[in-house]
T-cell receptor, first 111, second 112 residues
Framework: KQEVTQIPAALSVPEGENLVLNCSFTDSAIYNLQWFRQDPGKGLTSLLL?????REQTSGRLNASLDKSSGRSTLYIAASQPGDSATYLC??????????FGKGTMLLVSP | DAGVIQSPRHEVTEMGQEVTLRCKPISGHNSLFWYRQTMMRGLELLIYFNNNVPIDDSGMPEDRFSAKMPNASFSTLKIQPSEPRDSAVYFCASNAHSYEQYFGPGTRLTVT
């Protein structure tokens, strides 16, 4: 059974810092990995999708990497802003489109 | 596109009552997913439909939970009878063949 772990559970940084969120998974036989953002009381917003054949994906200040063999992914956020404050969720697709989620990293960026 | 639409957004009910949650997926998407989110367990997949057919319902907690998808634009998740431990946020998501899932805003269910 696939298990997804996210470290750290919470992170607080001052505005402008570059930061890295970590995600690890136990079964490397994945189809893809998706990073989401969730604001308090809201739904999930898809940030990046990395296919198993890819090493990284970039969108604006966000860069996600994937090392399938070691069961790891990182989400890099450059020049963080207070508007980046949210919970970031990593989800692994191990087949048939079903996602297994980590518990998330709660990020707070202070001005 | 309006995105995935869920209703109601909030539901408060008493233990023992029937609860029905509704979802309209994004037009053209052929897969629909129901998830439940709690503080203790995080996000868990309950059931998954492909082309309106249930494919994997192994996440449905027990027989009190049932889900239907009568057509490509509508799905329901029903809890009967409801219990306080069912209190959670229930999300519906859909996707097409790209596998990128799009989530609705969720229904916050409180069972007293």
């Amino acid at each position: 059974k696939q298990e997804v772990t996210q470290i750290p559970a919470a992170l607080s940084v001052p505005e402008g810092e570059n930061l890295v969120l970590n995600c690890s998974f136990t079964d490397s036989a994945i189809y893809n990995l998706q990073w989401f953002r969730q604001d308090p009381g809201k739904g999930l917003t898809s940030l990046l999708l990395i296919q198993s054949s890819q090493r990284e994906q970039t969108s604006g200040r966000l860069n996600a990497s994937l090392d399938k063999s070691s069961g790891r992914s990182t989400l890099y956020i450059a020049a963080s802003q207070p508007g980046d404050s949210a919970t970031y969720l990593c989800a692994v697709n191990s087949g048939y489109s079903t996602l297994t989620f980590g518990k998330g990293t709660m990020l707070l960026v202070s001005p | 596109d309006a995105g995935v639409i869920q209703s109601p957004r909030h539901e408060v009910t008493e233990m023992g009552q029937e609860v029905t949650l509704r979802c309209k997926p994004i037009s053209g998407h052929n897969s629909l997913f129901w998830y439940r989110q709690t503080m203790m367990r995080g996000l868990e997949l309950l059931i998954y439909f492909n082309n309106n057919v249930p494919i994997d319902d192994s996440g449905m907690p027990e027989d009190r939970f049932s889900a239907k998808m009568p057509n490509a634009s509508f799905s329901t998740l029903k809890i009967q009878p409801s219990e306080p431990r069912d209190s959670a946020v229930y999300f519906c998501a859909s996707n097409a063949h790209s596998y990128e899932q799009y989530f609705g805003p969720g229904t916050r269910l409180t069972v007293t």
